[in-house]
């Protein structure tokens, strides 16, 4: 989930920098949190310290009327500039001088607004200007700003955006939404049947990345109705989210998805043709192990075709020393050893041997021995001389 | 002592950059303090520019305080 949060604040900062993704590839390595803080301190370097003749532009006008002000605003600043002064004014003056102006100006100069505005901006609008100016950003498709804006929104403003924007757009924006905590109570307003539409968009347009996203923000009951729902879509559409997750290395955000299916929905998906690749297979073991999600790797594993299981078996045999230790630590950490064994039986016996010599076997071997030496034997009578709190 | 990639970067930011921006090469740190400058520089190019333009729209009665602020 990282891999995605860190691309949205990628191309978040590209955005402020006028850089290309590409060459910001570097921050990909990084983890999303410091990225994002990275953002926030671009969003500071660049709205801070502006230039002195800003603020002697939004000084003077104060001293002219708002329907001249939005004259100039239009005409002689622009869009990028305009957005400037805005932020340097009172928030009611400048939302009295938006009222007065275009949407479609007022659309442009929201990308350039400051950020930490943004909040006192939209709370003075009227609601009908913050809707047009939701549908005019959707049609441009500028779901940056769009993402900057939506957690600020009240909820009469986002039903009505909802119902007037495609059902991608919910996904665009949701991928680079700035309140990630307000997204549940977001999606949440949508119509009942819309979240299906939402979900087919992401099928239809190929927008996994921006759907794994939404998924993994919202709150775990709807993350389970859409994790249902894209496991009731086509085979080969299904089948292309795998293969984009590989392409991707998303399993992180994908296998807690797989974990909330029941059973119909996970047999489902365990068939798909995607799940019985090797390269495949062999790279969702490796991801794994990295990330430890053994607990939510487990269940899909259960369900998958013989001919699948044998190869996750084999590719987790085939993990060099070290992962295959770690993969025993967090098994064992995670009390899942009765899960594992049975793949273990399918390795062949020189993966066997390496499993069974790890310390960490050894370790659950010796304490499920205990177990059932406990289970076969009554536990002792209490000693009455002696007191239960010291112990013996 | 001539300044680092890391030292530029947060010049530019005000600040130090996030603990982990310690691994990035110094050509990435270096791109990234660029960036921001030219991102700062474009900012704030076009405002005399545009200061000029705003005048000619301010009624002649409010012109002279507005000339005042703007060009002081």
Known sequence: MDTLRTRAEVEKIARFL??????????????????????????????????????????????????????????????????????????????????????????????????????????????????????????????????????????????????????????????????????????????????????????????????????????????????????????????????????????????????????????????????????????????VVATGLWSQFLPLVDVLPEKSRQLVAESAGALDDTDLDRMAVAVQEQDLWDAVIPLVELMDDTAKERVFALEAFQVQDEASEQHEERGAKPDPEPDPQQDPQQGP | MAATAADKLTAELGAPPPERFCELDDRDLEFLADALRHAREEQAAGLDRAAEESLKMVPAIARGPVRRILFR
């Open chain 1, 18 to 287: 006028d850089a290309d993704t590409e060459r910001l590839a570097f921050l990909a390595a990084l983890p999303a949190s410091e990225v994002r803080r990275f953002r926030e301190q671009v969003a500071a370097g660049l709205f801070d310290n502006q230039p002195e003749m800003l603020d002697r532009i939004a000084k003077a006008t104060k001293l002219v009327p708002t329907s001249i002000a939005a004259t100039i605003s239009q005409k002689a600043l622009g869009p990028k500039l305009a957005a400037r002064v805005a932020g340097r004014l009172e928030p009611a003056r400048a939302a009295d001088i938006i009222e007065k102006l275009p949407i479609g100006f007022v659309a442009d100069s929201c990308a350039h607004l400051d950020p930490r505005r943004v909040r006192d901006l939209v709370e003075r609008l009227h609601e009908d200007t913050v809707v047009r100016i939701g549908v005019v950003l959707a049609k441009k498709g500028d779901y940056i700003t769009m993402g900057r804006f939506v957690g600020h929104l009240s909820d009469s403003a986002l039903r009505r955006i909802l119902d007037q924007v495609a059902d991608d757009v919910v996904l665009h924006v949701g991928f680079f939404v700035d309140m990630p905590e307000r997204l549940d109570h977001i999606v949440g307003l949508m119509a009942p049947d819309k979240l299906a539409d939402v979900v087919r968009a992401a099928s239809d347009g190929a927008l996994w990345a921006e759907a794994l996203t939404v998924a993994n923000l919202v709150g775990e009951q709807r993350r389970a109705e859409m994790a249902g729902l894209a496991a009731r879509q086509d085979t080969e559409q299904l089948d292309a989210l795998v293969r984009a997750v590989h392409r991707d290395h998303l399993w992180e955000a994908l296998l807690p998805l797989v974990a909330l299916l029941d059973d119909a929905d996970r047999r489902a998906v365990a068939v798909l043709p995607s799940l019985q690749a090797w390269e495949i297979l062999a790279d969702v073991v490796r991801a």
